[in-house]
C-alpha cells in the first residue's frame, strides 16, 4: 500500500505537495492553487476545493472568503472545423 494521499485526481495533486506549498508561505487558496495546480482539471475544484480549503485552515492558512478563480477548461479545436465555420460562397470583404 503506497503512503501516497492524492488530493486533486484531476491534477495528481497530493498532500505532500499541498503541505510543502503552505510551508513555502502560500497561505491562501488561491495561492495554494496557483503553486500546486489543484482545481485546474476537468472538474474545475469541485471535488477537491473544500478538501484544500479546510487542509489550509488547519495549517493555519486564511480562511477563504470565495472559492478560486474558475477558468474554462481548454479544448483544443481542429484547424478543419475552425476552417468550416465559413461558408465556400461567402464573399470577401472589400
Request: hydrophobic letters at 40%; glycine letters at 8%; one cysteine or more.
Amino acid at each position: 500500500m503506497s503512503n501516497k494521499v492524492l488530493i486533486c485526481r484531476c491534477e495528481d495533486v497530493l498532500l505532500d505537495e499541498l503541505e510543502e506549498a503552505i510551508a513555502k508561505g502560500h497561505d491562501d487558496l488561491e495561492s495554494v492553487k496557483r503553486y500546486t495546480g489543484f482545481g485546474t482539471g476537468w472538474c474545475q475544484g469541485k471535488q477537491c476545493t473544500a478538501l484544500v480549503a479546510r487542509l489550509l485552515v488547519s495549517r493555519g492558512g486564511v480562511a477563504p472568503a470565495l472559492p478560486i478563480t474558475p477558468r474554462p477548461p481548454f479544448h483544443p479545436i481542429p484547424l478543419a472545423d475552425l476552417a468550416g465555420l465559413c461558408p465556400d460562397d461567402a464573399e470577401e470583404p472589400a
